[in-house]
């Protein structure tokens, strides 16, 4: 099995779109996609991203893809990586690919002097949680990840600006 991974590029745009597709479907459509090929294109490989995608392939075919953005710590005084997905299709689990995958975005963080590199997994993904405590990564349990979306960020800044 030979696994390769690279940087993904803009004509990448429909390869990693049809897997965040695939990744809805695994979570089972709890986030239907709101974006497109295109609008992919735009704005993960733009001049003001901070954000990236590495492609993983096994034997040439396109088996998995993660995408990380660069994050910064005040408590570290450093940089890290936030990993916004790593998603395998479902015939490419289980080979090793993705701690490869994983192992790549490490490297890249230790080259690039980061602190930390963080991700979230969803509460029922046993599988996801048992792969990433087999690696020593540790669930941050104190923390509680918010988010604000949507109509209600729209709200939230239109109130700020009166």
């Given amino acids: 099995m030979g696994v390769t991974i690279r940087q993904a590029y803009p004509e990448d745009a429909d390869i990693i ?13 709890l986030q239907q996609p709101l974006t497109n090929a295109e609008e992919i294109r735009n704005t993960l490989f733009g001049s003001n991203s901070n954000t990236e995608a590495f492609i993983c392939e096994i034997d040439g075919i396109t088996a998995g893809y993660a995408v990380v953005s660069t994050s910064y710590s005040a408590w570290l005084g450093r940089s890290g990586l936030y990993m ?13 690919a993705g701690k490869a ?3 790549f975005i490490a490297q890249q ?5 980061c602190g930390r590199i963080e991700w979230s997994v969803l509460n029922w993904d046993q599988s996801a949680k048992d792969f ?31």
């Fill in 101 to 103: 995958l994983l192992q």
């Fill in 132 to 162: 990433y405590l087999s690696i020593d990564a540790l669930p941050l349990n104190e923390w509680v990840r918010y988010r604000l979306d949507g109509a209600a960020l729209q709200k939230f800044a239109e109130a700020g600006a009166n």
């Fill in 84 to 96: 916004e997905d790593l998603y395998f299709s479902p015939n490419y689990r289980g080979l090793g």
């Fill in 109 to 113: 963080a230790i080259k690039r002097q």
């Fill in 17 to 29: 779109y049809n897997m965040i597709v695939e990744l809805s479907i695994y979570e089972q459509g």
